[in-house]
């Protein structure tokens, strides 16, 4: 009757590591975001000139590397207040685009908001559409009204492909305010256990069921 219980649990805990879809998983708060990653990377902007700035833009937070776009009709033109640089797109119809990351990245955010064509914060009510991407699909979360405050973050159990951001309806924008991003964070999450380590699971446990079966016979 153990060993049938003990492959029972067994064949249960095989099944709980087998293929996998992949899933995303969005995060209001900064904290909680942070608190799901084993590591954590920050690209603040800080470093760029307030100047057009020609795309594909490589750019790194931490030890990660990605790749930032803007388009279909422009670059970038970075806004700000004081020493605090944004990444914003020259043309407000624009989607900012981030991809290529390492590899190993499954946690992407940021901050989140619209500027104005002096690149200050829009104080122009406008929505922003913000998309994450993995293997498994999208998932778009909408800010209404967001500030230069409003965190939203993603979290997958596969690696990302691409993170989006409009206003308005893609392409079509709100007149007077222009996409922009700001403390663009990636990390990567605890590890899931690795094949070889589920294997050497299930061994320990036939091994528990034989020794059991001993006992029972002495």
Known sequence: MKIRVLAAV???????????????????????????LSNAGVDTFD?????????PLPRTAGTFSYTASAGPNSDFFPGGAGSDVWLASDNRFD????????????GVGGLFFGTNESGLFANTPA????????????????LIN???????????????ISLTVWVGSQG??????WPTVNNLTLGTVAAVPEPETVALML???AFTGVVARRRRQL
Do not use: E
């Open 95 to 106: 989607t900012i685009q981030f991809t290529n990351f390492t590899s190993a990245v499954r």
């Open 127 to 142: 929505n922003l559409t913000v998309t994450a991407t993995d293997a498994g699909g999208s998932f778009a979360q909408v």
């Open 203 to 205: 061994a320990g446990l």
């Open 47 to 55: 470093n760029m000139a307030r100047t057009l700035v020609a795309d």
């Open 146 to 160: 967001p500030t230069t405050t409003t965190f939203l973050g993603f979290v997958s159990t596969s690696s990302l």
């Open 10 to 36: 067994a064949t249960l805990i095989a099944a709980s590591f087998g293929p996998a879809h992949a899933a995303l998983t969005a995060f209001n708060s900064q904290s909680n975001f942070l608190a799901q």
């Open 172 to 177: 079509v924008g709100t007149a007077g305010v």
